[in-house]
């Protein structure tokens, strides 16, 4: 037994050492970017806190606005997904009309073929629709996802029939049906695809990038890629700073639900 | 009740006309320029006031004489080779670590999966710093082993591998979650039956855990290696492709391609080997995969 025990602490601490191992990078963000820029690199116990490398980055890029460009960004994709997705879904789900499983199956191609798969041809489709540089053209191509479609249709299947009946029994239409009945009970659904769809686009990059050339409309990950590849003198604090303030809201939500955020990944399955 | 016949009619236009937003949108982002792709790739780039002309496989001879796309393309197996079976081990490693009765449970679940959700840009700046060649965690670390600096961005032979460690730091927690959720359905009456007969570690998670993971593991794998051949942020972020080429990926080089050399007809020919592979995992899905298990 007490060779179990031994054991036992040996796991344990070879799991925590592990565990120190990995977050060490972000460990070592945090030191940086929360003590004056003579401590990034040196470690001292009784080097002073404080938020200064947070008022620098905040003042010398235009992080106000990016702010505001990624949170208009990600609730107008999941608002149109949503409303998109939805009918999409609900149309595929109950009625077998004509063709649907081809249709299907095209939607399907999707999960593999992302939008920033075709960067050079998207882009040129925004072009020629005048909307490159517009944060409609960042969410545009994103506003049909295959995967919301499919996850929704998963879902919008698995709710008894009778209850769309008796909707429909008491007059109502297709879009009072959904409204009424699929939509309260696919609540769980939405979250999870809610909280995937904000994390996915709160960390897109590629496509933005491409997109957007302006203060306007550049989104976090963008601004804070423009923020740093600009000689800044390469001040680390000052940089580590930038990069836990735009990762922050979403960190701060994660970590207040987290048991939302892991349900929603492992109910969705591929971000 | 209203009459039957004209509602049959109404449900392939309703259908359609639900479903019509989102086709057209699919249409205009992935369907159609999937296919002018394609069709670009055996057309010449216009300049200037030459026009665009039907070349066939031109393109496709210029690739296989390309130096850089070889690089990119050799690099991309190569990072699909190490990054998703690492990432793989170590996630259910994690898990393992995790799903038992250990102490500080939940702040090792929290240091293994935060890296996940932080946007790849922030971790890339934030590994730029660690691997720092004079100053960085990293080589104060090696120093204080005893052993000389190592410039890990800026050499050829360590600069792929040091961007594969942050996609492994990334994607390792993520994939976690997906075998603690396996783990969790794995009957405990099995390991409680293993426990009687006396039977060691080892042999519990060959013969019980690995086989009752299996699905999940294919899963994830498939997910791994289509994320793998769609790898650019850090690329963007931490390297530039550099030094010399030799971190370059197939997406970046498509990037690069289309909107720094502005070569659009290459850079379909490019994209087009992009859509044959991710068909071929698709395919490789198709095949290895039964959707079932994980979407009832």
């Known amino acids: 037994m007490a060779s179990q025990r031994f054991r036992k602490v040996l796991v344990t ?34 080097a002073p806190l404080t938020l200064q490398n947070f008022v620098n980055a905040w003042h010398a890029a235009p992080f106000p606005r990016y702010f505001l460009n990624t949170i208009l960004l990600v609730l107008g994709i999941m608002a149109a997904q949503f409303v998109i997705c939805t009918l999409a879904a609900f149309g595929l789900a109950r009625w077998k009309f004509f063709g649907a499983d081809v249709l ?40 049909a996802s295959a995967f919301g479609i499919f996850l929704l249709r998963q879902t919008f299947k698995s709710i008894p029939k009778e209850l769309d009946d008796a ?53 976090l990950t963008v601004g804070l890629q423009v923020f740093a590849s600009v000689d800044q003198g390469v001040d680390w604090s000052v940089i580590c700073a930038a990069a836990l303030m735009t990762s922050g809201p979403l960190m701060i939500a994660f970590l207040v639900f987290q048991r939302a955020f892991i349900q929603s990944f492992l109910r969705a399955g591929i971000r | 009740m209203q009459p039957r016949r004209n509602s049959r009619l109404n449900i392939h236009v309703q ?7 989102a086709i057209v949108l699919l249409a205009s982002f992935t369907h159609i320029p999937a296919v002018v792709t394609v069709i670009d790739s055996f057309y010449s780039t216009p300049r200037g006031r030459v026009p665009s002309s039907f070349i066939g496989l031109d393109q496709y001879h210029a690739m296989l004489a390309d130096p850089i796309f070889w690089k990119a393309f050799n690099n991309n197996l190569l990072y699909a080779l190490i990054t ?26 929290l240091a293994f999966f935060t890296p996940t959700i932080l946007p790849m840009v922030a971790a890339a700046n934030i590994w730029l710093f660690f691997y720092t060649s004079d100053y960085g965690l990293l080589n104060q670390i090696i120093r204080g082993m005893g052993f000389a600096n ?21 994607e390792a927690g993520f994939f976690m979650i997906f075998f603690l959720a396996a783990l969790q359905q794995v009957p405990p009456d099995l390991y409680e039956a293993a426990r009687m007969e006396n039977v060691g570690r ?48 197939l997406l970046f080089y498509i990037y690069q391609v289309a909107f720094s050399f502005w070569d659009s007809s290459y850079a379909a020919a490019l994209s087009t080997v992009l859509l044959l592979l991710l068909g071929g995992v698709a395919l490789a899905q198709f095949y290895l995969l039964d959707r079932k298990i994980h979407y009832r």
């Open chain 2, 84 to 109: 998703v079976p690492v990432a793989i081990a170590l996630a259910l490693g994690m898990a393992l670590l995790v799903n038992g009765h250990i102490k500080g449970r939940t702040a090792l679940r």
């Open chain 2, 150 to 170: 190592v410039n890990w961005l800026g050499s050829t032979s360590t600069a792929l591998w040091s961007l594969m460690a942050v996609t492994i730091w990334k």
């Open chain 2, 15 to 21: 259908g359609w006309l639900l479903a019509l937003p």
């Open chain 1, 104 to 143: 299907f199956g095209l939607i399907m191609v999707q999960l593999m073929v992302t939008p920033d798969v075709l960067i050079l041809e998207n882009y040129r489709t925004l072009q020629k629709l005048g909307l490159i540089d517009t944060l409609t053209g960042v969410g545009l191509p994103y506003v």
């Open chain 1, 167 to 219: 909707a429909r029994m008491e007059g109502a239409s297709t879009l009072q049906t959904i409204w009424r009945v699929y939509l309260p009970l696919a609540k769980p659904v939405y979250v999870a695809y809610g909280l995937v769809s904000v994390s996915y686009h709160w960390n897109n990059f590629l496509w933005p990038l491409i997109v957007t050339n302006s203060v306007e409309t550049r989104p």
């Open chain 2, 202 to 249: 080892w042999t519990v998670f060959r013969r019980i855990t690995w086989p009752l993971v299996m699905p999940t593991t294919l899963f994830v794998a498939i997910n791994a290696l289509i994320n793998a051949f769609r790898i650019v942020d850090q690329v963007i972020a931490m390297t530039g492709g550099g030094p010399n080429n030799a971190s370059t990926l």
């Open chain 1, 13 to 46: 601490g070879a799991a925590w050492l592990f565990g120190l191992f990995w977050a060490l990078p972000l460990f070592y963000a945090l030191w940086a970017a929360f003590h004056p820029s003579a401590f990034a690199t040196h470690f001292d116990l009784t």
